[in-house]
């Protein structure tokens, strides 16, 4: 059986040579945020619990990537980098100023392409033109924010988008080309193990080439952890070694086609009020790979 491709040799492969994504904040906004579809966010959204300190700052695309530069200095020999458009919605803006935005990063020294993280409902016709036009120059890779299958789930978190409305932007952007990502988030209220397989199992038959997912994460100041901490809503509680379990489950029912990028998510612990793990990615790993049946 063919083994499942590490995501680093994945992106050596696609790049020709070992690349570090570097974050940018661009400024963007959500239309989940500014009133467009609602102003509360994704109730479990704070966007401060995934920015690097050098991704925060009100400096230029090129300032940022820049700094983020300096900072992996010296660290990796023959490294070239990813601009990654993670904050809020990376596709949120007129397509222009788009344009402007993605070729500034393109422009910087040893940026080799872009990572852009949006949303499924931020995929228009004109966005699909654009990143198809810069994938014929540098390639482009796209994470669209899934999270779930389940409509009832995707309502209860206010994303103020549908699953169907994720199928349909994932694939219209694999039949322009590109390199497509998907996002899920294990443990969101309601959700039992037989949900996240059945989503899992749904991801599988998208044309994606990879797949990330983690953990939820109660983040202070967001809904979830106001709802949590009244106890209006009930939030799983796994050991790491239970997760890691699960995720042995998951990974399993994936396609070995798909890249796993990752499996956990690690918010800073100022911020963080569940679940108090305490790993590192790496940590985190280790007990994946360990034997403790
Ligand atoms: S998770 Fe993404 S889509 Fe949801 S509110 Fe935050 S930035 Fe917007």
Redesign the pocket.
């Known amino acids: 059986m063919t083994e499942r491709q590490e995501y680093s040799n994945f992106l050596k492969h696609l790049f020709g040579t070992r690349v570090q994504k570097l974050n940018v904040n661009a400024g963007f906004?959500?239309?989940?945020?500014d009133g467009t579809l609602?102003i509360?966010?994704?109730t479990?959204?704070?966007?401060a619990s995934f920015t690097p300190a050098f991704g925060r700052c009100s400096s230029s695309v090129t300032q940022q990537l820049l700094d983020a530069k300096h900072f992996y200095r010296g660290k990796y020999a023959d490294t070239k980098y990813l601009a990654y458009f993670q904050?809020?919605?990376g596709t949120y803006a007129p397509v222009d100023k788009l344009r402007l935005l993605y070729d500034e990063a393109l422009s910087v020294p040893d940026v080799v392409g872009l990572v852009v993280?949006t949303?499924p409902d931020c995929i228009g016709n004109e966005v699909l033109d654009l990143l198809e036009d810069i994938n014929n120059d540098h390639r482009v890779i796209v994470e669209i924010?899934v999270e779930s299958s389940h409509d009832r789930t995707l309502k209860l978190i206010?994303?103020?988008h549908s699953w169907q409305c994720a199928q349909d932007a994932i694939k219209q952007l694999a039949q322009r080309g590109l390199v497509v990502g998907a996002h899920l988030i294990l443990g969101l209220p309601g959700e039992d193990e037989n949900d996240m397989m059945t989503t899992v199992d749904e991801i599988g038959k998208l044309p994606l080439a990879t797949v990330k997912f983690h953990q939820l994460q109660v983040i202070k100041g967001t809904r979830l952890a106001h709802e949590w901490s009244r106890g209006d809503v009930e939030v799983v509680d796994w050991t790491p070694q239970e997760y890691a379990d699960l995720c042995r489950r998951i990974i399993g029912r994936i396609p070995k086609h798909i890249i796993i990028e990752r499996m956990v998510s690690t918010a800073p612990p100022q911020l963080l009020l569940h679940p108090k793990w305490g790993l590192k990615p790496a940590q985190f790993k280790e007990i994946f790979e360990s034997d403790f049946e």
């Open positions: 906004t959500c239309p989940n945020r609602g509360g966010g994704c479990y959204c704070n966007n904050s809020f919605t993280s949303r924010g206010n994303r103020c």
